[in-house]
């Protein structure tokens, strides 16, 4: 089990910026890659972004490409979202996962946070 907690979640306006956390407890965050993604209301839950379990990789849904980026502090078990440049399409609850590796498909994923509101006011 790899217990996730997300927060940092809020309400903001068109074109600000949130900083997302993702905390995981157990001593084998490193081994997991660390993916973030998110579930407006009447859509399935889509794939935001992921960062491989030694930061040497991420990648990036083309929705959310040049305005988010991912980071991982192994020593804090800790896992960022930074959202730039925020849009009201952005609105959704967002999750952070964990897996082995990284794969697009949310129900890949093994483990789950509880998810954070974000919502952007226009």
């Known amino acids: 089990q790899v217990p996730l907690v997300e927060s940092g979640g809020g309400l903001v306006q068109a074109g600000g910026s949130l900083r997302l956390s993702c905390a995981a407890s157990g001593r084998t965050f490193n081994n997991y890659a660390m993916g973030w993604f998110r579930q407006a209301p009447g859509k399935e839950r889509e794939f935001v972004g992921a960062?491989?379990?030694?930061?040497?990789?991420?990648y990036y849904a083309d929705s959310v490409k040049g305005r988010f980026a991912i980071s991982r502090d192994n020593a804090k078990n800790t896992v960022y979202l930074q959202m730039n440049g925020l849009k009201p399409e952005d609105t959704a609850v967002y999750y952070c996962?964990?897996?082995?590796?990284?794969?697009?498909?949310?129900?890949?994923?093994?483990?789950w946070g509880q998810g954070t509101q974000v919502t952007v006011s226009s």
């Open positions: 960062i491989s379990s030694r930061s040497s990789s991420t």
């Open positions: 996962a964990a897996r082995g590796g990284i794969i697009l498909t949310p129900r890949a994923w093994d483990y």
